[in-house]
């Protein structure tokens, strides 16, 4: 089992394994891993992922699934970590029957993972991000962000300021960019990864491995056919040696190098593809800022392109505006928030997945996420949402508002972030939260978990001894600062729905200070009102507290509720 996979060439050869031509055949990463499932966990960062991980499998080849304390025991890591790396794999896995997935948040535990997709999660954890493009004119965003973090005295690399400067996607790595990267990273890591799922042959000895088409499955965890994810072709009908098998009789098992042959044949063939549909003038220089592959092996040149409307949908560039979606609206079980500043962004609908990146000053409501939402590089944004879980990495003095099942985890270089408990509701949201597996009955927004201040996935060189600095964790927004939010309602009784008030239970505390704030209102308006004072003087009263309530709302940015509201 120790023996690498070396390519069979004749498998090479043949003509039956070559890839095929159609574009809905066509190979591609799956997104979520790499997106939403690696972890700053030290201990998960394996220097040799192959002698750590054989011994692993052996171990714990009789379990079948794996716990969390088997696997806190195994990897020597906390339970708390054990725990967080079950979650994390149930978020981003390929199978929604698999029972962990399927499973209620208390139950993942006792549930646990399947061996088989443990393992490549944690192969994965070596994966190292694309960054973004440096600007263009560097010395145009030099004055945005000083060198030197006035917050914590060491460099932060990528201000969110400096990604507004450049205002757009451009500057970042796009979907196809990061299609061929991660493709190369398959590429380079394949023959480990098949290493992994493989088995003796019987009567052969270690040396001569076969892949079964139940262990070919797993690979679903990495790459698919065709753009359209779970909808697509079942990886073992896109394979030739496993195609039209009899459901009743098992397929033979494949050697693993015909195996290797036959993917590397349909990496290769992706990437000249993803080269292929970029035209020239659209091409930059390539990105060489990643460790482990460059994007010269990726392709020969940069690729921008716009997403696919199979793949994510993009919500980009919003300013100064009010921008709505509902679930009619939107076509992608994904969204991506990229870049939008003072604002106020509603997405109304059931989602899977949601990104927010690079935002400013902006308040972004989401309906109901039922797997995961990370939001990155953002600055003084106040985001709302109904959640299985939230990843915040790299933002500044944003506030989240927090229905979710499991821990807020907060990675990287964060600095005054608040949680409090979900704040709004709109008609649809309880049959959204139904939608996306989503309990009301459970909120965990005030048990953030912080993890390490370097994300090691980043390839940023980081000065010494701050790798092992850990991420500042999220305060509690004061009870008495804690208001409802209001969603307007844009569209009548087109969406009707049957929620009508906020499904998630406040605390105690929040609620005695809701009750606080409505009897001062009370005795506030009646003392106004029973005041001896003639017209003149209510006037000068009336006037004053119109001046005070403006100022509240612009300090506290509620002024793009109140423009939403005038909308309405």
């Not at 998960?44 to 079948?64: E, F, N, V, Y």
């Not at 990528?158 to 450049?166: E, G, I």
């Not at 080269?275 to 659209?282: C, F, I, K």
């Not at 990675?411 to 509701?425: C, E, I, M, R, S």
Request: proline share 7%.
């Amino acid at each position: 089992m120790s023996d690498s996979i070396e390519p069979s060439t004749s498998s090479r050869e043949d003509p039956d394994l070559a890839p095929s031509p159609n574009p809905n055949s066509i190979i591609h990463p799956r997104r979520e891993p790499f997106e939403h499932g690696l972890l700053p966990i030290p201990k998960l960062i394996l220097s040799d992922p192959i002698q750590t991980l054989i011994p692993l499998k052996q171990k714990l080849a009789p379990t079948g699934r794996v716990n969390s304390e088997t696997l806190a025991e195994s990897l020597q890591i906390s339970i708390d970590h054990a725990q967080l790396v079950l979650n994390t794999l149930a978020s981003v896995l390929h199978a929604d029957a698999d029972p962990i997935v399927k499973a209620r948040p208390a139950e993942i535990d006792s549930v646990g993972a399947d061996l088989r997709d443990l393992i490549l999660f944690l192969y994965i954890q070596s994966y190292k991000r694309l960054l973004p493009r440096t600007h263009k004119d560097s010395a145009s965003v030099a004055d945005v962000w000083p060198s030197t973090s006035a917050f914590d005295g060491y460099l932060s690399a990528l201000s969110p300021l400096q990604l507004v400067r450049s205002n757009s996607r451009r500057f970042m790595p796009s979907q196809s960019d990061e299609e061929a990267h991660q493709l190369s990273y398959l590429q380079k890591h394949m023959a480990n990864i098949l290493q992994l799922l493989a088995e003796p042959a019987e009567g052969e000895g270690e040396e001569s491995l076969v892949l079964s088409m139940e262990g070919f499955e797993h690979l679903a965890f990495l790459i698919q056919f065709g753009e359209k994810g779970s909808e697509g072709i079942p990886l073992s009908q896109a394979a030739p040696f496993f195609a039209n098998s009899d459901p009743d009789m098992p397929a033979v098992p494949v050697p693993a190098a015909q195996v290797h042959d036959w993917l590397l044949q349909n990496i290769a063939s992706a990437l000249e593809h993803l080269t292929e549909r970029v035209s020239p003038r659209e091409n930059g220089p390539a990105n060489n800022s990643d460790q482990d592959v460059a994007m010269a092996d990726a392709c020969t040149s940069s690729i921008k392109s716009s997403a696919s409307a199979k793949g994510p949908s993009f919500i980009e560039g919003i300013s100064k505006a009010s921008y709505v979606k509902q679930a009619s609206e939107i076509k992608s079980s994904s969204v991506k928030v990229i870049n939008c500043h003072d604002s106020a962004i509603y997405i109304l609908a059931p989602l899977r997945y949601a990104t927010i990146y690079g935002c400013s000053d902006a308040t972004i409501i989401l309906g109901a996420v039922g797997k995961a939402v990370r939001v990155e590089h953002c600055e003084r944004v106040h985001v709302i949402t109904a959640a299985r879980r939230v990843c915040i990495a790299n933002c500044r003095e944003c506030v989240f508002f927090l229905g979710v099942n499991q821990r807020p985890l907060i990675v990287g270089d964060n600095h005054k972030l608040q949680v409090a408990p979900y704040n709004t509701f709109y008609s649809q949201l309880e049959e959204h939260m139904a939608e996306a597996g989503i309990e009301a009955t459970i909120n965990r927004w005030d048990e953030p978990l912080a993890l390490g201040a370097v994300d090691p996935h980043d390839s940023l060189s980081h000065p010494a001894g701050v790798s092992d600095a850990q991420a500042e964790s999220a305060t509690h927004v004061d009870p008495d600062q804690f208001i409802d939010f209001l969603i307007p309602n844009w569209f009548g009784g087109e969406c009707a729905g049957s929620t009508k008030a906020n499904p998630f239970p406040l605390p105690d505390a929040y609620v005695a200070a809701q009750q606080r704030k409505q009897k001062s209102w009370v005795e506030i308006k009646k003392l106004i009102k029973e005041a001896p004072l003639d017209d003149s003087r209510k006037r000068e009263v009336s006037s004053a507290l119109h001046v005070y309530f403006r100022d509240w709302l612009y300090a506290t940015g509620n002024i793009r509720q109140l423009y939403c509201l005038q909308n309405d």
